[in-house]
């Protein structure tokens, strides 16, 4: 009864979403995301229906734990649901387990959403705490209809089949990782109620990875903060030596150690088969998801969770081609290949970035040089940096250069307004040359 109704949760979830966007629209409210919470109101000062989402979130976990993830989070539905498909078609893949599942959502929660909305709201206090609760659409923070289809497959299937149950809400989500603060002091837990027979059932069904029947027997409860309280532990539990019970915080056994992996865990030889352990190369690991992240972060219009999604798979991956093939050369190719293809993508990220920071200093014979390699080397064409450039060398009176990259803008976008007048400024420029050369 219990699954059942996390399920009609998780399906009433999606309905609602549905709802809000095609049937009741925003002019009421707007976006419900997470990502409210750091870019309206520690940025701004802003109260949107995002930011009371987190709150409720935040109090509610303080009380269930992460209840929020397992009953209500799509995306974490998403993954149940690839990792339910992958079972009927007989795929079972290894959970990978590692630290890096506690340090990179850490991280980018941090980085990309504490960090820089605290440092603009800092050097720009708010003035007053406002709500706007239609504000922003419900679109605000939505990819294209081309990068949504691919974080869906790989965020929400392919980190599945590659790293394992959940693998994204383990080693991605920066959600999860705002939510593990309160879940450690949360009053209701996967409590140890004695009589367990070491049956593996309640790990090998932890929709997250977590070894519940090792910390229930060390920890007398299960202290993992990924721990989304969907209580499939509970239900498949042949003793019935785990129950979801409260608990008094003040009360509470708080032991550091008890929220780290450590060696001993996953060694039930029933379950032992079904997970495997990087520790050994976490750090190496986590240096390349880093670099591999940020080497494709933005590229291609992708956002920070499609970019992290796919540096951890690779990453991870990197030192698991043995499994694939037999061939040292062909694993050594593969590893180039990765590396070069990264390399390639950070060389563009660089240059872009170098690019617009000189155009922006009004350097512009540096800024060309950036922009020029970004241009030539970049697969995707993008019609700004021509107008740049063409602006760049009109300044620099390189006539004819200006023109061309007014004209590759133009092709890539007809409809851009500051391409057509760069053109028409160009054109100008060349009547009043022509007129004083005649």
């Keep these: ?149 691919l974080t869906f497959i790989i965020d929400g299937f392919l980190i599945v089949y590659f790293l394992g149950r959940k693998g994204f809400c383990r080693y991605i989500c920066p959600w999860g990782a705002f939510l593990k603060i309160p879940n450690t002091l949360a009053m209701f837990k996967v409590r140890n109620s004695g009589g367990c027979i070491e049956s593996g059932n309640c790990t090998s069904s932890c929709p ?105 798979i690779v990453a991870i991956k990197f030192f698991a081609l043995k499994s694939y093939f037999n061939n040292k050369i062909a694993i050594k190719s593969i590893r180039l290949l990765i590396v070069f293809i990264f390399c390639w993508h950070a060389t563009i990220k660089y240059s872009i970035w170098q690019g617009l920071k000189n155009y922006d200093a009004n350097n512009y014979n540096t800024s060309i040089k950036y922009l020029e390699c970004a241009v030539r080397i970049y697969p995707k064409s993008i019609g700004r940096f021509h107008v740049l450039l063409g602006r760049m060398y009109l300044e620099n009176n390189s006539i004819d250069k200006a023109r061309n990259h007014a004209l590759k803008a133009i092709q890539i976008n007809p409809n851009y307004h500051s391409s057509n007048e760069l053109l028409k400024e160009i054109e100008s420029i060349e009547y009043q040359i022509y007129n004083e050369l005649d």
Excluded at 75 to 95: D, N
Excluded at 256 to 271: E, Q, V
């Design 1 to 149: 009864m219990t699954q059942k109704l996390r399920i009609f949760s998780l399906i009433t979830i999606h309905v609602l979403i549905l709802a809000h966007i095609y049937i009741f629209g925003d002019e009421v409210v707007g976006s419900v995301d997470f990502q409210e919470f750091f870019h309206s109101f520690i940025k701004y000062g802003i109260i949107n229906s995002g930011v009371i989402l987190v709150i409720i979130a935040f109090i509610v976990t303080l009380i269930f734990g992460r209840f929020f993830c397992g009953w209500g989070c799509h995306f974490g539905a998403v993954q149940e649901l690839s990792w339910a498909i992958l079972k009927k078609l007989g795929i079972r893949p290894k959970t990978i387990n590692s630290s890096i599942i506690t340090i990179l959502p850490l991280f980018m929660l941090i980085n990309f959403y504490i960090l820089p909305n605290a440092i603009y709201a800092v050097n720009q206090p708010w003035e007053a705490i406002t709500i706007e609760m239609a504000n922003p659409s419900i679109w605000a923070f939505l990819p294209g209809f081309t990068i949504a289809t």
């Design 208 to 312: 997250v990875g977590i070894d519940v029947s090792y910390e229930i027997n060390h920890y007398e409860k299960v202290t993992n903060t990924n721990c989304t309280s969907c209580m499939i532990c509970i239900d498949g539990c042949p003793s019935k030596a785990i129950t979801y019970q409260w608990k008094n915080p003040l009360k509470e056994n708080f032991q550091f150690k008890h929220y780290f992996l450590n060696k001993d865990m996953y060694s039930l030889p029933i379950i032992k088969k079904k997970f495997r352990s990087i520790h050994s190369k976490d750090l190496i690991i986590l240096i390349l998801i880093l670099f591999f992240g940020f080497s494709i972060d933005g590229l291609y219009g992708m956002g920070h969770f499609l970019s992290f999604g796919l540096a951890s």
